[in-house]
Structures are given as C-alpha cells and as structure tokens.
C-alpha cells in the first residue's frame, strides 16, 4: 500500500532563510505527487504537481520541488521565505491504478520576524 | 470557472442529531472525495465518489455516508452525531478519470461543532 511520510510536524525558518519541507513516499511505481497549502480556516490550494514530465517542478509563489526517485522523496523548497508562507503544508500522493489520494500529516510552517 | 463550493460553511448541532453536508464540484469535474480534518487526527478520507459510484472508501463508521448525484454533486451524510465528529469537514473534486493527474481542487470547507 502505498504512504506518504512528512518528516516534522513543525519548522520553523526566519524571514529570508531557505523553506525545506520533507516528504517521502512509498510506493513500487512513481505516482503522481503534490504538495498543497492550507492558511487558516481555509481549504487547501494546489502548490505544485509532479506528473513525471521533468523532475524539477516549479509552483507558485516560489516554491519548487524535486522528484528523486532513487530516495522516494518529494521534497518542497523555497529559497527566501516570506511570513505570508506560514502555512500548513502537505504532501498527497495520488495511485495512478485506483485514483485513491493519499495525504501526508502535515507539515505547520511558521515564519519568524 | 467556478471553484468548489460547500454549503453551509458553519453547522452546530447536538449529540444525537444527524448532519448533512452538500458540495457542489468544478463544472466537468466525476470525482468528489470527502475528507476530516481536526487538530488530533489530521486530515483523513472518508470516500470518494465517481460518477455516482462510490470508488474509494476509508477507515470511517457506518453513521457516515455519503452520495453523488447524476449532475456531479454530493452530499455525505453523518448520522447519531458524536463529539468527536466536531471537525472541518473538506471537499475535493477532480477529473477523475483515466489517464488523468487527479489533481484535486479543495472547497473551502464545511465547520461543524457538535455540542
């Protein structure tokens, strides 16, 4: 069966330090992999997708993240962050024979002044 | 287009009652899952719906339910109400189909509080 770890249910960074959030997954084939964001009391907006096009997938407001296959890993990185990241964020993988998502805990990122 | 949208935003009801949560999914859009977030137990599937079948299912009771109609929305039910059912319950529609990514697109969430 297939899971999706997030190393670290909170980070936190200083504004203008490197943003790197961790995700691993398991799984014998290369599913297809997403990292959303959720800002309070709200629910959660699609930040980047990974569809085996290219292995650097750039998003939106500044994030990207790495497909390495040899590590099953899923990383999200930002290189200045912004107090408007702090977010929580997740990871999702979803099975490309059953379609079933599967959501990772949860990183809380908190930005400091 | 319009996003997804769930009604009501905010729910209160007593231990006992039941509950239902409607979503209405991106124009286009066969699939709606459902899922439950609270601050103890994350974010967490309930099922999900494809074409007015239920296609995936999690590890949730019999009290919830759920449906999805020939026009593509849904509604899920919770029925004998608990405590623990206090939570922001998401919506979430996709494509669905074969071949496709499945990205899914969030609604804004439905908050319920059981007293």
Redesign the interface.
């Known amino acids: 069966a297939q899971s999706v770890t997030q190393l670290g249910s909170h980070v936190s960074v200083s504004e203008g330090a490197l943003v790197l959030l961790r995700c691993n997954y398991s799984s014998s084939v290369p599913p ?1 992999l ?1 990292w ?1 964001v959720q800002y309070p009391n ?5 930040l980047l ?1 990974y ?1 085996s096009a290219a292995t650097l997938v750039k998003g939106i407001n500044g994030f990207e993240a790495e497909f390495k296959k040899s590590e099953t890993s899923f990383h999200l990185t930002k290189p200045s962050a912004h107090m408007s990241d702090a977010a929580e964020y ?1 990871c ?1 993988v ?1 099975d490309r024979g ?6 990772g ?2 990183t809380r990122l908190k930005v400091l002044a | 287009k319009a996003g ?1 949208t769930q009604t009501p935003r905010y729910l209160i009801k007593t231990r006992g009652q039941q509950v239902t949560l409607s979503c209405s999914p991106i124009s286009g859009h066969r ?1 709606v ?1 459902w ?1 439950q977030q609270t601050p103890g137990q ?2 967490q ?1 309930l099922f ?1 719906y ?1 074409s007015e079948t239920q ?2 299912k999690g590890n949730f009771p019999g009290r919830f339910s759920g449906r999805q109609f020939s026009n593509s929305r849904s509604e899920m039910n919770v029925s004998t109400l608990e405590l623990g059912d206090s939570a922001l319950y ?1 919506c ?1 529609s996709s494509s ?1 189909g074969r071949g496709t ?9 439905t908050r319920l509080t059981v007293l």
Do not use: D, M
């Not at chain 1, 709200?42 to 699609?46: A, F, T």
């Open positions: 297809y997403f959303y709200q629910g959660l907006q699609l997708k569809t997740f999702a979803s059953t379609y079933k998502y599967i959501f805990t949860g | 997804v699939s899952s899922y994350g974010l599937f999900e494809f296609r995936n998401l979430a669905g990514q499945n990205e899914q697109f969030f609604g804004p969430g």
